[in-house]
Antibody, heavy 119, light 107 residues
Framework: EVQLVESGGGLVKPGGSLRLSCAASGFTFSNYAMNWVRQAAGKGLEWVSYIDSSTSHTYYADSVAGRFTISRDNARNSLDLQMDRLRAEDTAVYYC?????????????WGQGTLVTVS | DIQMTQSPSSLSASVGDRVTITCRASQSVSTYLNWYQHKPGKAPNLLIYATSSLQSEVPSRFSGSGSGTDFTLTISSLQPEDFATYYCQQTYILPYTFGQGTDLEVK
């Protein structure tokens, strides 16, 4: 069974840092690209960042570029999101999501999310 | 970035109704369009990928169509468990943008 479990959320002051992790199991992690997606309270889903299966390519939403860093450890089946210079508007539930692969790259599995509060 | 616009933003319907949600892209995304269902406190759930392909274990009352810039998600006969928020997402080009969501509520 595919499982994605996020951790590392919490309360942080503006300008602070936080590191989120996503533990993957039930599939060959190294074969799949991964994403972070967030949802602020009362708002819709916002794509945040993408990393390909080999860590060669990473992409970021303009809203987080230069402040967030996505990384992965294929040996540990783990995906991370280092968040620096946090702002109030980064407050959200953060989800990791598997890129289902193929041409269309749907997010076919998601974690339950971890809440980040910047205040 | 490609902007995705859903309509309506909210929709009231009854069990058994046929419901259609539309999604428009600011430029062509070919058929690189996915639909998700999201309930409060839960992980989003992939319903449809590549415009019209039904994800495994998703009921056949869900269907998708379209191409280019205009897409639709149809629920043929609403069930009680279908009341949720629905999102479209383009995966044609990064950033993989989502629509703003459509809240499907009980009439």
């Amino acid at each position: 069974e595919v499982q994605l479990v996020e951790s590392g959320g919490g309360l942080v002051k503006p300008g602070g840092s936080l590191r989120l992790s996503c533990a993957a199991s039930g599939f060959t992690f190294s074969n799949y690209a991964m994403n972070w997606v967030r949802q602020a309270a009362g708002k819709g889903l916002e794509w945040v960042s993408y990393i390909d299966s080999s860590t060669s390519h990473t992409y970021y939403a303009d809203s987080v570029a230069g402040r967030f860093t996505i990384s992965r450890d294929n040996a540990r089946n783990s995906l991370d999101l280092q968040m620096d210079r946090l702002r109030a508007e980064d407050t959200a539930v953060y989800y990791c999501a598997r890129d289902g692969g193929g041409s269309y790259s749907p997010n076919d599995y998601w974690g339950q999310g971890t809440l980040v509060t910047v205040s | 970035d490609i902007q995705m616009t859903q309509s309506p933003s909210s929709l009231s319907a009854s069990v058994g109704d046929r419901v259609t949600i539309t999604c428009r892209a600011s430029q062509s995304v070919s058929t690189y369009l996915n639909w998700y269902q999201h309930k409060p406190g839960k992980a989003p759930n992939l319903l449809i990928y590549a415009t019209s392909s039904l994800q495994s274990e998703v009921p056949s009352r869900f269907s998708g169509s379209g191409s280019g810039t205009d897409f639709t998600l149809t629920i043929s006969s609403l069930q009680p468990e279908d009341f949720a928020t629905y999102y479209c997402q383009q995966t044609y080009i990064l950033p993989y943008t989502f629509g703003q969501g459509t809240d499907l509520e009980v009439k």
